[in-house]
């Protein structure tokens, strides 16, 4: 069964990339730590949910999969609309001032989920059933987990891409590296700004809406993720893409492994792993 437990872990990593990814996008470009990125998360996951119960049981597969990108379009757009209304103005405020507006952002984004939603669980497993199971080395695997997976290394293949070998790409890591640079270069720090949280925005609710074929969104779903995410930008470093890949795949063979063996401290030694890399090397392991 080991096999599994490794396949598991990697669809784990996969899930906790794609959110880590996003909230290291957004504290590397625009130096803000945003609480709310778990609550995008749940909204690309209840929309995605939304639309897939919409469709219905005789929808045709041409419709069902590109249906979980809603989720990603919703997340974008509630993250275009924090970042210019609630963000924006902390710029030049202190720390806690952005931890506190983001944090109310939090609140009010769950709210507005159980204003749209409700307080019931959706449920959304077509996309999970239609594919079935393989067998690998004897023992029956869910396909789905395996196109999360594909889904989660070409996103992470294409923001390299973006990130490295495009004009914006190479503005947005100025701005991470040298912000007061950047601005006497001329860049818009203001749009580049509100590019990178929707980026970031967009691959949350990705996660979500991958997510969400095989468990039920529910209130309070983005809380975890968020939880993991920041564990991953510690123990990756901030502002590394090859940081977010290495903690995620940590994370990930951690929870699936010590699920099994140690259930009760797994989350723990998640922690206890976040703490000993702070105390080691605390800009992370890839971190500058």
Do not use: C
């Amino acid at each position: 069964m080991w096999p599994i437990y490794i396949l598991n872990g990697l669809y784990f990593a996969a899930l906790i990339f794609l959110i880590s990814l996003g909230l290291n996008i957004i504290l590397g470009v625009m130096g803000i730590l945003n609480l709310a990125h778990g609550s995008l998360y749940a909204i690309g996951a209840f929309m995605s949910a939304w639309m897939i119960v919409a469709l219905g049981k005789g929808a045709p597969m041409f419709l069902i999969y590109p249906s979980l990108l809603s989720g990603v379009v919703l997340a974008a757009f509630f993250g275009l609309f924090m970042e210019y209304f609630l963000i924006r103005p902390m710029y030049k405020r202190a720390l806690e001032y952005q931890l506190l507006i983001t944090f109310g952002a939090l609140l009010l984004l769950e709210d507005v989920i159980k204003m749209i939603w409700g307080g019931e669980a959706y449920y959304a497993s077509r996309p999970f059933d239609v594919l079935g199971k393989i067998h690998i080395l004897g023992n029956p695997y869910p396909a789905y987990f395996l196109l999360v997976m594909i889904m989660a290394l070409i996103a992470g293949l294409l923001i390299w891409i973006f990130m490295y070998k495009t004009r914006i790409g190479v503005m947005l890591r100025a701005i991470s590296l040298d912000r007061e640079m950047a601005t006497a270069l001329g860049l818009n720090i203001h749009k580049m700004g509100t590019f990178a949280f929707v980026l970031g925005s967009a691959l949350a609710g990705l996660a979500g809406a991958l997510v969400v074929p095989t468990t039920p969104a529910l209130l309070g779903f983005g809380m975890e993720p968020l939880i993991l995410a920041f564990i991953v930008v510690v123990i990756g470093g901030l502002g590394s893409l090859k940081g977010a890949l290495a903690g995620s795949l940590i994370v990930g063979q951690t929870r699936s492994i010590g699920i099994v063996l140690f259930p009760e401290i797994e989350l723990a030694l998640l922690f206890l792993i976040a703490a000993v890399i702070l105390v080691a090397k605390p800009e992370g392991l890839f971190g500058r």
